[in-house]
């Protein structure tokens, strides 16, 4: 469910008509609505409610501080991958308490400044990353906690890019090394190891994954405890699937019928990282036809988004529904490529799909975009990223404007030789 609907053949978000917002800001832009925000955030909270877990919005799915605002001020924490997120959390006065910290390659000052936050843990994604954190932490005594990111070797079936839970990806410590690090826990003494975490893969939709690792958790668990190794945190990631085509993916009620029984058996404070559930489906992409154009063989609609703006299509084949704004009531349809102006055959938004006609100057809706949408955009072919708008109820505001040509050539100088 989400709140980007048709009413007199328009496509509204929440109570706003999205052609009036193009209309204003110009395109291309993103569009987030407020109410699918904490509507998605909720039904994970109402779901798993039983153990009052700590969900963390995995902010690199959507790094927008009017977003993150609104789901830390329902209740959310982050999960963060950088030092840039720390200032970004840090910057929303996030408690600290409610910051864990995932990476494989974290370096020395994002450590220390993690440390030096207070942040709830790290997740820790291998032996030689444990023992940097136990040395910066000894030099700025200051006692740290951390969680292993255990690797359960387990397949996601999801695309290649994106799985992250069997011993061919780099993420996570395997269970033999995991179990060895316990062993030797006291060589760690500025850092208490004090709980477990796993994230297999995003785009997920069936439970089996998650079950298949959360056993093989589960079971490492009580190994430990067998050894009189006692925890306080289960972190069991993200990766819940949304709807983009016609996936049929478990909401977030049967995901939590299906693991809440192991999670009650651990006895363990339970920690959540969803990104895509919660923006996936809040926010789309707003582009405008620029041209038709039919070389004989195929047709093109070129509009003004591009691969920058949006990756996904480009990067893993992702498929995003593509709707114009004013729906025509028996449009015909043609079989066009949705393509943008970037120089690269990989810069499209759809290849050979049927689409309801369209002519130069109306506008697309490209849907379920507020996922790694935004976060994921560059300045190719030095094109400015686009805004971001948030509409709450008959209200639309920007929350970030378009970027102008001086933040094209932000930092850049001229070295005096070539003056
Ligand atoms: N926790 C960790 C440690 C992660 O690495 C990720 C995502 C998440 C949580 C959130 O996963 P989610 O709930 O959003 O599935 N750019 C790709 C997705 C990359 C996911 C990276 N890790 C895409 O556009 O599909």
New binding site residues.
């Given amino acids: 469910m989400h709140d980007f609907i048709f009413r007199d053949n328009e496509l509204h978000c929440e109570n706003v008509p999205v052609s009036r917002i193009a209309r204003k800001v110009g395109t291309p832009f993103y569009l987030y609505s407020h109410h699918t925000l904490v509507d998605h955030l909720t039904k994970i909270q109402k779901a798993f409610a039983p153990v009052k877990p700590l969900v963390c919005f995995?902010m690199?799915?959507n790094g927008n501080l009017a977003v993150i605002k609104t789901l830390l001020k329902n209740g959310a924490g982050v999960?963060i991958?950088s030092g840039g997120e720390l200032k970004k959390a840090l910057f929303l006065k996030t408690d600290p308490k409610k910051i864990v910290f995932?990476s494989v390659g974290k370096t020395e000052d994002e450590i220390a400044a993690a440390i030096k936050a207070g942040i709830l843990l790290f997740?820790v994604e291998s032996l030689p990353e444990l023992e940097e954190i136990n040395r910066v932490a000894q030099k700025l005594k200051k006692r740290t906690q951390v969680a292993l990111?255990v690797n359960p070797d387990v397949e996601a079936p999801t695309?290649q890019?994106?799985t992250?839970g069997s011993l061919k990806n780099k993420?996570g410590i395997d269970l033999s090394t995991a179990e060895k690090i316990f062993e030797a826990q006291k060589t760690f003494p500025y850092v208490r190891i004090n709980g477990l975490?796993i994230?297999i893969?995003?785009?997920?939709v069936s439970k089996e994954p998650f079950l298949n690792a959360l056993l093989k958790v589960l079971e490492f668990i009580e190994r430990l405890k067998a050894r009189g190794t006692r925890l306080e945190y289960l972190d069991i990631?993200?990766?819940?699937?949304i709807i983009y085509n016609d996936e049929q993916p478990q909401t977030a009620q049967e995901y939590a019928t299906a693991v809440l029984p192991l999670l009650t058996r651990t006895g363990l404070k339970i920690i959540m990282?969803?990104?895509?559930?919660?923006v996936?489906n809040a926010g789309i992409f707003v582009t405008q036809v620029l041209f038709i154009k039919d070389n004989g063989y195929k047709k093109f609609v070129i509009v003004d988004g591009g691969m920058n703006d949006l990756?996904?299509p480009s990067?893993?084949h992702?498929y995003h529904e593509i709707v114009p704004l004013a729906r025509k009531e028996d449009a015909k349809k043609f079989r066009v490529d949705v393509v943008g102006p970037v120089c690269e055959s990989g810069d499209f938004f759809a290849k050979d799909r049927d689409i309801p006609v369209v002519e130069k100057g109306e506008f697309l809706a490209v849907m379920s975009a507020g996922?790694?949408g935004y976060?994921?955009a560059s300045n190719y072919n030095a094109r400015p990223r686009v805004p971001e708008v948030m509409v709450q109820g008959d209200k639309f505001s920007v929350v970030k404007r378009r970027e102008n040509f001086q933040d094209l050539i932000r930092g850049e100088r001229i070295p005096s030789f070539l003056k």
């Avoid at 990631?237 to 699937?241: A, E, R, T, Y």
Wanted: charged content about 15%.
């Fill in positions: 995995a690199k799915a999960d991958v995932a997740n990111r695309h890019f994106i992250t993420f975490h994230h893969g995003s785009q997920l990631g993200g990766g819940l699937g990282e969803p990104g895509r559930f919660i996936g990756i996904r990067l893993y992702a996922a790694y976060a994921m």
